[in-house]
């Protein structure tokens, strides 16, 4: 998992694909459409939603892609976890390209992501977006841009 500033992607040595999503990651605004975007066909897209935070539930984590989560409005606390620390509650969709876990006790990240904050999840990084800030639902509109784990491997 990484957690930095937009403006500090190049700090991260992952190649062309990386910075592709990043260019992409540069050009968006709140009013940006919620849709999906191919960047680079199915090898980097986006996917741009927009909901209300809720209370904690199940950790995701996926084999085939990398996420870069970035909001564009609003404020949501995701949590993370390694994925030794958890139990398969749905099992792996390749179709989806997610599994996902039940909500553990145990060792976990607390991350509070705004705008102008990236984080980047592997497939070995658990996580658990969209959480809310404090104990009422909040508005968030959220960039997700998808990676081929394959074009990051250095």
């Keep these: 998992m990484i957690i930095d500033r937009v403006e ?4 991260y040595p992952y190649g062309s694909a990386w910075n592709t999503a990043f260019a992409f990651l540069g050009t968006m605004t709140p009013s940006a459409e ?13 996917i741009i939603a927009s909901y209300n935070t809720k209370k904690p539930h199940k950790f995701e984590a996926h084999r085939e892609y990398i996420d870069i989560q970035c909001l564009l409005e609003g404020q949501e606390v995701v949590e993370s976890t390694a994925l030794i ?7 792996y969709d390749p179709e ?8 553990t006790e145990s060792r976990k990240t607390i991350s509070h ?28 509109k959220k960039v997700v841009v998808k990676i081929k784990t394959d074009l990051l491997r250095l």
């Design 8 to 11: 500090y992607c190049n700090y």
């Design 34 to 46: 919620e849709t999906k975007y191919e960047i680079r066909g199915d090898d980097i897209y986006a």
């Design 85 to 91: 620390e958890l139990t398969v509650d749905t099992p």
């Design 96 to 103: 989806k390209d997610v599994t996902l876990y039940g909500k």
């Design 113 to 140: 992501l705004i705008p102008g904050i990236f984080i980047a999840f592997f497939p070995h990084d658990a996580h658990m977006p969209g959480v809310s800030v404090g104990d009422s639902p909040g508005f968030v």
